[in-house]
């Protein structure tokens, strides 16, 4: 954008001398050189996603949450937070990319704690639950939810939450949220978030069970 912005202005130059072609010309191959390349990154991503695709498998809930476990207790023990797992009996698998979800639910999870690592918040508790969630007709969805009683969030914040690279973090890469929502919403689920009374905040998203979300034969 910057070479085509300089070309324009050097062709609107009236004084301009006959070394200016050249000069454009240059700006031209660099605007190309720059296409060809932002197209190869647009390939790669997209072949990221198609393998994606072919990475889901029905897993448990639990083995889901046992996966980040260790990660989040390493965490949790720094922050001086207690996490409390709550699962429902009998829920079936989720269809779902294993290593992607994981990473939702680490990103929540330790959004969730960073909350709390305040000296005025004595009791730190991260809750992770997993439940059905409210079925539609012939679907079944699972629901994962992420609870903390942290600082919350204002409504400045709100605003920006799933804005890549919004941080209110030092070291914060502020990319989390936005990836986690894309995740959850490329398996057909969806991610919400609302204050948690009297403090902190839950986020929750939804997964396929199994049979939702598995191609069939005919797909
Ligand atoms: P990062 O963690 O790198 O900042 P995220 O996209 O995960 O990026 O989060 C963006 C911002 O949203 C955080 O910097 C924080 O201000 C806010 N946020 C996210 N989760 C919570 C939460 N559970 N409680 C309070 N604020 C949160």
């Known amino acids: 954008a910057s070479y ?3 070309s324009l ?3 609107k130059d009236p004084s301009a001398e006959p070394q200016t ?3 454009v010309h240059m700006a031209l191959q660099r605007i190309a050189e720059q296409a060809e390349r932002a197209g190869r990154v647009i390939n790669s991503v997209h072949d990221f996603v198609r393998r994606r695709e072919q990475a889901r498998e029905a897993v448990a809930p639990q083995a889901l949450l046992d996966a980040i476990a260790p990660l989040v207790s390493l965490q949790a023990r720094k922050l001086h937070v207690r996490v409390h797992t709550r699962v429902e009996a009998r829920l079936p698998p989720v269809w779902c990319d294993r290593t992607m979800v994981e990473q939702v639910l ?3 999870a330790r959004n969730g704690m960073q909350a709390m690592d305040r000296k005025e918040i004595v009791h730190r508790v991260l809750v992770l639950q997993v ?3 409210a079925c539609n007709q012939d679907n079944t969805w699972v629901e994962f939810a992420v609870t903390d009683v942290g600082t919350g969030i204002t409504p400045e914040v709100e605003a ?3 804005n890549p690279f919004f941080t209110t973090k030092s070291e914060g890469m502020g990319l989390g ?3 986690c929502r894309t995740v959850v919403e490329q398996h057909g689920g969806h991610l919400v978030f609302e204050p948690q009374a009297p403090k902190g905040m839950v986020f929750r998203f939804t997964l396929p069970a199994e049979h939702v979300g598995k191609p069939t034969l005919a797909a």
């Open 106 to 108: 680490l990103n929540l």
């Open 9 to 11: 202005n050097l062709l």
């Open 160 to 162: 920006q939450l799933f």
């Open 21 to 23: 072609l050249d000069d």
């Open 131 to 133: 439940g059905l969630a």
């Open 177 to 179: 949220l936005s990836l």
């Open 4 to 6: 085509a912005n300089g």
